[in-house]
């Protein structure tokens, strides 16, 4: 059974950093291309990056772009996506998500990242 | 405001139909396969309908997707009171090399 589950959320303050870490099983990890989806409160979902299989092909939305690095450790099955410069509309509970079929297919429960001083 | 537009929210009885419109562009829906997602109340989101049209195992029938053109189309048949919930249409823009989702319709069961 594929199984994603997402660590490292918290508060932090404006400026501040964090990583959160997403541990794949059930799968090889090194197969499938991998994103990072948010929901901010009150908000709709927004897609936040997107990584190759092999990790060589990264994207980011416009609004992280330059702030948050998207990576991962196929060998230990893991997904990473560092966050820098918070800002409280980073604010929202950040999930990672396979990527086949062209759709965000597997869903791990999400991790709260909530930006505030 | 997002990429992909939808309804904020549609609404019918029991067992009755509902369809949520999704509207994009050439870059995107034009392009590409839409997804279509079903968040409950404080769960992860979940898979409906990948490649406009696929249900993956587990998804009833009472789901149904469409695309033509630039826009699509999520249908659920036979509503129930487990159906409420918020839906997403995604897919990829090759403009923006960005995943793109709409801003979200919430479903409710009179």
């Known amino acids: 059974e594929v199984q994603l589950v997402e660590s490292g959320g918290g508060l932090v303050q404006p400026g501040g950093s964090l990583r959160l870490s997403c541990a794949a099983s059930?799968?090889?990890?090194?197969?499938?291309?991998m994103n990072w989806v948010r929901r901010a409160p009150g908000r709709g979902l927004e897609w936040i990056s997107y990584i190759s299989s092999s990790g060589t092909t990264t994207h980011y939305a416009d609004s992280v772009k330059g702030r948050f690095t998207i990576s991962r450790d196929n060998a230990k099955n893991s997904l990473f996506l560092q966050m820098y410069s918070l800002r409280a509309e980073d604010t929202a509970v950040y999930y990672c998500?396979?990527?086949?079929?062209?759709?965000?297919?597997?869903w791990g429960p999400g991790s709260l990242v909530t930006v505030s001083s | 405001q997002s990429v992909l537009t939808q309804p904020p929210s549609v609404s019918a009885a029991p067992g009755q139909k509902v369809t949520i419109s999704c509207s994009g562009s050439?870059?995107?829906?034009?392009?590409?396969?839409v997804s279509w997602y079903q968040q409950l109340p404080g769960a992860a989101p979940k898979l409906l309908i990948y490649e406009n049209n696929k249900r993956p195992s587990g998804i009833p029938d009472r789901f149904s997707g469409s695309k033509s053109g630039t826009s699509a189309t999520l249908g659920i048949t036979g509503l129930q009171t487990g159906d409420e919930a918020d839906y997403y249409c995604?897919?990829?823009?090759?403009?923006?090399?960005?995943?793109?989702f709409g801003g979200g319709t919430k479903v409710t069961v009179l």
């Open positions: 050439s870059s995107n829906i034009g392009n590409n396969y």
């Open positions: 998500t396979t990527y086949y079929y062209d759709a965000f297919v597997d």
């Open positions: 059930g799968f090889t990890l090194s197969s499938y291309e």
């Open positions: 995604g897919t990829w823009d090759s403009s923006l090399s960005a995943g793109v």
